[in-house]
């Protein structure tokens, strides 16, 4: 539904992506990991027609991203900031939900009912002011404001920046939910736990471009492709490598691998 093809962007003359071409399918859970600098947000803009390239083509459904209108694609790709103030602009939840809902639907009735049924799922209570809430509760305002509109793509900007463990899973689980029910989901992330956890697909990026791309196992136990990219693996598969279990990720597997050798 998503496809690079042969993308570069430059801001100013700096090339930041360079020549990178990949295709999401409906359905996928990717994540976007790379160092700090590699080109991870200006990827995910370029997604959502924010940025344009400079070279080659972005297509959503086949459509260039340079043809379509913002409002279009906002209806395919909800976009969710790093930071959720950058995306919350009014005072209560339920005006916070509502704006959104009106820039892409008309029939208001329908934006009432989509509205009431968000509040009721993420359990807010519509009059509360956003700006009174922790940081989470915001990062999930963003979030509930952005499945009102029901995108069938997301694109979430490191979504648990600034988050406690409890507040970070909240939001995952949700992300989870949302994936399992069909959303295609592209997240960029420095969490190599997280990333173990909830992916299935990862994209390695190193100064703008591409050097991995794929299955979640694969790439996690690839750490000379990791180091390439400035990346550690996660904690759980670094000590598995360090005592000689290839394919370790989680507890689970790090169970099972020391059970059979002690068998
Ligand atoms: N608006 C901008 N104008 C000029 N250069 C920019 C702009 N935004 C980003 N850059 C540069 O482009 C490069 C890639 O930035 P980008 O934010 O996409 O990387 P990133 O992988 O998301 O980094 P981080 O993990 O630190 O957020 C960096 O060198 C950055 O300084």
């Known amino acids: 539904m998503i496809e690079f093809d042969h993308v570069s962007f430059e801001y100013a003359e700096a090339t930041t992506i360079n020549d990178v071409s990949f295709r999401l399918v409906a359905g996928d859970f990717v994540a976007l990991i790379g160092a700090n600098g ?3 947000s200006t990827i995910s803009k370029l ?3 924010l940025l344009k390239p400079s070279r080659g083509h972005v297509l959503l459904d086949g459509d260039d991203t340079r043809g379509l209108r ?3 694609l906002a209806r395919k790709v909800g976009f969710l900031f790093q930071n959720p103030d950058r995306q919350i ?3 209560s939840i339920r005006a916070e939900i509502m704006f959104g809902l009106e820039n892409v639907l008309a029939d208001a009735a329908e934006c009432q009912c989509r509205c009431d049924d ?7 209570d519509g009059a509360a002011d956003p700006f009174s809430m922790s940081r989470g509760e915001r990062q999930r305002i963003a979030l509930a404001s952005l499945i009102a509109c029901r995108p069938p793509m997301l694109i979430l900007d490191e979504p648990t920046t600034g988050l406690d463990y409890r507040e970070c899973m909240q939001i995952m689980e949700q992300i989870q939910a949302l994936n399992d029910a069909g959303t295609t989901v592209l997240m ?3 969490d190599m736990e997280i990333v173990q956890d909830f992916a299935r697909r990862v994209l390695v ?3 703008g471009r591409l050097l991995g791309d794929g299955p979640k196992d ?3 136990a690839d750490p000379a492709l990791l180091a390439q990219a400035k990346l550690l693996p996660s904690q759980i598969t670094a000590l598995a490598l360090r005592m000689g279990f290839n394919n370790v990720h989680t507890v689970d597997d790090m169970v099972a691998a020391v059970s059979a050798t002690a068998s």
């Open 205 to 207: 990026l190193n100064q």
């Open 118 to 124: 968000v509040l009721a799922a993420f359990g807010f």
């Open 188 to 190: 960029v992330s420095h």
């Open 218 to 220: 694969q790439i996690m």
């Open 89 to 91: 602009c009014q005072n």
């Open 38 to 40: 590699a080109g991870k």
């Open 70 to 72: 913002t409002s279009a």
């Open 47 to 49: 997604c959502n027609g």
